[in-house]
């Protein structure tokens, strides 16, 4: 019952002096809603990117010879066609599609209109292994554009709206270069890419593009990296380092000279790498909170130099020094949770408003909500403990005569 009426006696407080009492929960609302805001638009920036390297593929990684180790790279440590049959062929079931790294930049020009084309060299239905390829006209390559070395390509709708006015270019040609001659291109396929964060801010007229790794580099040109996709359900790294190590017994060399690149470690690495720069950025935020905490102090010392009467009047009609104590703490807390409560609502809201502008699913970090909530009644607790023990321990004699 005590405890009811210091609560109604604290809010009865604070809407005498609401500007004041909003004043002082500014630190507060700033502090929350920062720490709000900034672990939220983290969660939802490393969904993102989790969301974009499962459409690269779980199975995704190069194999290539160690840059960082190896002191002298020469080309017989480079990967032939035939050497990446035999990786195929003794690994079979682990490994589902593994092809030379291949890549041409080139220009096109259809009418008055041109753009850069960024063609991959890739194998067969390699759509089947890159889930972020959907194919929406026509066909992916097959076998025989890889073995027959044809010059088919696979383009983006947007691509082909750019090129063509339409999104079905299917049949048309598009002149290009490729191993340095003048090559036209035949489409065989139209694709499009989900909607991703990195999709939506991409503007520019250069097209990622998909034609025969035989088309655009020849057998006799050992390849720097074997592009690999492997059985996701097994242990990537080991299936990896297994694949580095037969390598490196079936040409001969000593133990570290091929090394890999999974987007399994690349996803770990990036999403550390934002796991530190939230919680350093968070804890700059949380800064104001404690701005907020001494903000609360100074204007809890006012109100009770203010009310130093009103305390008198209070002891000598029987409340002992607990109660006055304890009607300054609650009074305090009550400002902390109010300021952790708006500012956990403005902090939401921005971190809302930064996920629709950039286009990514807003995660709500639920347990930093709480935590932040949490963390403000603390602070209300801790900085208007020294206010409430000051008016707590006023003889009620000095105070009836407080003016």
């Known amino acids: 019952m005590l405890l009811i009426e210091n609560i109604k006696l604290a809010i009865n407080a604070i809407k005498i002096n609401k ?15 920062s720490v709000i805001a900034i672990s939220s638009i983290g969660s939802s920036a490393q969904g993102a990117i989790e969301d974009q390297f499962e459409s690269v593929g ?44 291949a890549y041409e930049q080139t220009e096109t020009r259809v009418g008055r209109v041109d753009a850069t084309l960024s063609v991959m060299g890739v194998g067969a239905d390699y759509n089947e292994f890159s ?38 270019a299917v049949g048309e040609i598009l002149p290009a270069t490729a191993m340095g001659n003048s090559v036209d291109y035949t489409i065989v396929g139209i694709y499009e890419i989900p909607p991703s964060l ?28 074997i592009e690999i996709y492997a059985d996701d359900t097994k242990d990537i790294s080991q299936l990896a380092n297994s694949f580095a190590r037969y390598m490196e017994r079936y040409k001969g060399f000593e133990e570290g000279t091929y090394t890999y690149q999974s987007a399994e470690d690349q996803l770990t690495m990036i999403n550390s790498m934002l796991g ?88 709500i970090n639920l347990q930093s909500i709480l935590l932040a909530v949490i963390f403000s009644a603390a602070v209300g607790l801790f900085f208007g403990l020294f206010p409430a023990r000051k008016a707590a321990r006023l003889d009620p004699i000095e105070a009836l005569r407080y003016e």
């Open 19 to 33: 500007m004041r009492s909003f004043l002082t929960m500014l630190g507060i609302i700033i502090g929350i809603s």
């Open 58 to 101: 779980a199975g995704y990684m190069y194999l290539m010879p160690n840059w960082y180790t190896v002191d002298e790279i020469t080309e017989n440590m480079y990967f032939t066609w035939d050497e990446i049959e035999v990786l195929k062929q003794r690994f079979p079931d682990d490994i589902l599609y593994a092809a030379p790294y």
């Open 131 to 168: 889930p972020n390829i959907q194919i929406i006209y026509g066909r992916m390559l097959n076998q025989n554009d890889v073995d027959g070395s044809r010059t088919n390509i696979v383009i983006p709708v947007e691509a082909a709206r750019r090129l063509f006015g339409k999104d079905n």
């Open 198 to 225: 990195f999709s939506s801010m991409d503007t520019s007229t250069s097209y990622s593009c998909y034609a025969p790794y035989s088309a655009i580099s020849r057998s006799d040109w050992p390849s720097s990296y």
């Open 276 to 363: 530190y720069l939230s919680l350093a950025i968070g804890a700059i935020a949380a800064i104001s909170l404690l701005v907020g905490g001494i903000g609360i102090m100074n204007i809890m010392l006012v109100s009770v130099t203010e009310r130093t009467r009103e305390i008198g009047i209070r002891k000598s009609l029987g409340a002992r020094t607990k109660d006055i104590l304890t009607q300054f703490l609650i009074e305090a807390m009550i400002l902390s949770v109010i300021g952790g409560i708006i500012g956990t609502l403005l902090g939401v809201g921005i971190a809302a408003l930064g996920t629709t502008v950039a286009g990514v699913r807003l995660a």
